[in-house]
DNA sequence: TATTAATTGTTGCATTTGCAACATATATGA
DNA sequence: TCATATATGTTGCAAATGCAACAATTAATA
């Protein structure tokens, strides 16, 4: 999986971050990295550890928007036009590169060779993103609680190239990605039990279909 | 708005297309642009005309993924590991520009110049997207047919930089963008103009918030 | 390890939604 | 222009969902 500084010299890239003045911070636990994004040009990627994107609306709605981690990027000109209920927290001790956008996209005075090959590398994950997205729009564009759990279960165990894969959500925040009350979740993960389409052996999720 | 050759000479494109064997194509209103995209790197860019993107699945439920206007890029490498339920297809006659996604991510031997300039306009342009994807999940990310087109009637509008804009959907196509029954969705809408939310004023919607 | 906090699991009930089946209006094409 | 197709608008009803409130289990931490 391609990360941003792929393929550049380890030299290469300390010049490159004097240049575009890049800050490496840690945000502990709970913390919140970013937030009101619109109308900045703020960005940054996952060096390590990992963070949720979630929307609070003005009626306390929690809703996770997109699940970051390492090598993932984030920032201001990806959710540009979008409203400002957005944050991005740390779900763990995450130790973040930031800096702003523009270095990416504009090339300096210096014009250095290896601002290409960020460029390709920037190319490559924001086409993965898309993709991802794609993905997140199939599934919750599904219209009952059942269709939505089946496809989230589906892709998963497809991206894993299996029949089953290890939650990465609890089933609280599972219900919050995927904009559906946590207790109407739990009834219908409960159905699909029933019926055999699944089954959870501690926090592993097989898919018997 | 940047387009995929923005900035490349009229002479370099055209080499380009060579280069890349490019075949431009005009699809009438209503044909299939792409079907079965996944596992293939067929590339496209609408050049005139209008597409949408659907999902049609087992139960003939069709959802409208996203809307194609000229300059949008669409084509397998953006839904690979998406499952093969979905289509493009024309809204309008569809001029259309096809080729292999390789030939924008690796270069050939001849390392034409130009070429970077490409890379650049594609990088913007798939950020573009990521945002557009984003707005998009936000809005069918709210629980209820009232607060999915409230969201979407705002985000429209603040594209728009107004208070309103001009619907260019038809409401059945509305309802299957927003993935939700067309006639609970008539219903709703009915609700927000009686509770003068809004107006509808031929094809024209005016946000009163 | 004891205490507290968070997560999982469950249920009744009101509300929302989807579905089906219409009527009406508007657009399209022979 | 007439006939047909498509889009809009409406309604009753069954099914799905959200909400609230709770118990039980597991995890976190003082």
Redesign the pocket.
Known sequence: MITLFENIEENDIKKMLKCFDARKILYKKERTILTNMSNTTIFGVILSGTANIIRVDYNGVRNILERLTEGDIFGGPLYESVNNELSIIATSDTEVLLFDYHHIVNRCRKNCEYHSRLIENMLQILARKVQANNEKLLIISK????EKLLEYFQTKARNNGSKSFKMDF???DLADYLS?????M?????NLKEDGFIEIINKRIYLHM
Do not use: G, P, V
């Not at 559906?180 to 109407?184: G, N």
């Open positions: 219209k009952t609680i059942r609890t089933l609280t559906i009350d946590r207790s109407a739990m009834r219908e993960i409960k």
